[in-house]
């Protein structure tokens, strides 16, 4: 939440183990809205890499 994050979306990557949250940082240091920057970064098939 520190980084911009609301709580929600703050919780719900956190909880995302396919998300590399240092580089969901990254990006939002360099300006990336932090929805943008998780959506970025969410994997698109989660069926074929289930956590």
């Known amino acids: 939440m520190g ?4 709580a929600e979306l703050a919780a719900s990557a956190a909880a995302d183990c396919e998300i590399d949250l240092h580089a969901l940082i990254e990006l939002v240091e360099r300006g990336c809205p932090p929805r943008l920057a998780t ?3 969410r994997p698109l098939d ?3 890499n289930p956590c």
């Open 46 to 48: 989660r069926e074929s």
């Open 39 to 41: 959506r970025i970064l």
């Open 3 to 6: 980084a911009g994050f609301d």
